[in-house]
């Protein structure tokens, strides 16, 4: 069988409820795909790499059936909660083919959530529902502590992802239970739901664009200091576009705030905005950071940044 790149799965706005989807954790692993055929078995991620040096407690799998094809995320758990940090040291040290292997320490699991070929029978185009059928049955046919079936709720989706968040999970995945697999491809059927975060920032500068502007950068406040963290375009409607054009217009300067790389037209740090956010880069940046609207200008009394 030949590899194939996963299917993903697009972000959703807030958690809901829906009697036709199925609602389960997302882990915060590697995502990987392993397959089973004549030739033995094979593990691999997105950039079709092989997996296996890295994960040899993870040779369980070739106990599948030939002609099994699984997908599933690779995780590290520490106290019940996937530890990603952790797994990306893990995932940086691999075996050597003319040494001894190294010893798996701290072994990962391999958590399993949907099917893509039974015993030879191709299931891309069944539903969700079918699929994962057979991927519960194949993993409890192995019956080994490092391969694990995600199980899931259905319908009750709002109270599943306040369970998950609140047991320290990174987010639910709602998945339509009638939805074909679809190799490589982000899909509506699937969502990311994740705890959204907020935080006041100050702009200190903007690209132009024939509505307005085309995008803000905007500094927060990181360890006592003002940091430039984001260069945003998500959540600027056009009103946001125009309004902001006219407001940063006369608030123009000659250098960033703070140390910034990127290539704009620098204003004072007079408007604050609150950024909605998923989490923080290794660098200090925002993840999936976008614009919902202005707080006060610098100085003010409402004011919630300072430049220290």
């Not at 691999?44 to 002609?67: H, I």
């Not at 984001?230 to 705030?257: F, K, N, Y």
């Amino acid at each position: 069988m030949e590899r194939v790149q996963p299917m993903l799965a697009v972000t959703a706005p807030e958690p809901f409820d829906a009697a036709d989807y199925l609602f389960e954790v997302k882990w915060d692993g590697i995502r990987a795909l392993c397959c089973r055929d004549e030739s033995g078995w094979r593990l691999w991620g997105r950039d079709a790499a092989d997996y296996r040096p890295r994960y040899p407690e993870l040779a369980v799998l070739a106990a599948l059936p030939s002609g099994t094809m699984l997908d599933g995320e690779i995780v590290l758990c520490c106290h019940g909660v996937p530890n990603l940090s952790l797994l990306l040291a893990r995932h940086g040290r691999v075996a050597a083919p003319s040494c001894r292997p190294f010893i798996a320490q701290p072994p990962v699991t391999y958590v399993v959530f949907d099917a893509l070929y039974d015993t030879g029978r191709c299931l891309v185009g069944r539903p969700l529902s079918e699929r994962r059928q057979a991927a519960r049955r194949r993993v409890a046919d192995l019956a080994h502590a490092q391969v694990v079936f995600s199980e899931g709720v259905v319908a009750a989706g709002r109270r599943f992802f306040a369970q998950a968040v609140a047991a320290g999970q990174e987010g639910v995945m709602a998945k339509h239970l009638a939805s074909p697999y679809r190799p490589g491809r982000r899909c509506t059927s699937w969502k990311k739901l994740k705890p959204w975060k907020y935080l006041p920032a100050v702009i200190i500068g903007y690209v132009p664009g024939p509505q307005g502007v085309r995008r803000l950068l905007v500094a927060a406040q990181q360890q006592g200091q003002l940091r430039f963290v984001a260069e945003l375009q998500s959540g600027l409607s056009a009103t946001w576009r125009q309004q902001l054009a006219g407001l940063l217009a006369r608030r123009g300067c000659s250098d960033p705030a703070v140390p910034c790389r990127r290539r704009a037209l620098w204003v004072r740090p007079e408007l604050c905005c609150q950024l909605r956010f998923l989490g923080w880069t290794r660098d200090g940046r925002l993840r999936q950071a976008s614009f919902t609207g202005l707080l006060a200008t610098m100085g003010s009394p409402e004011t919630s940044l300072s430049l220290g």
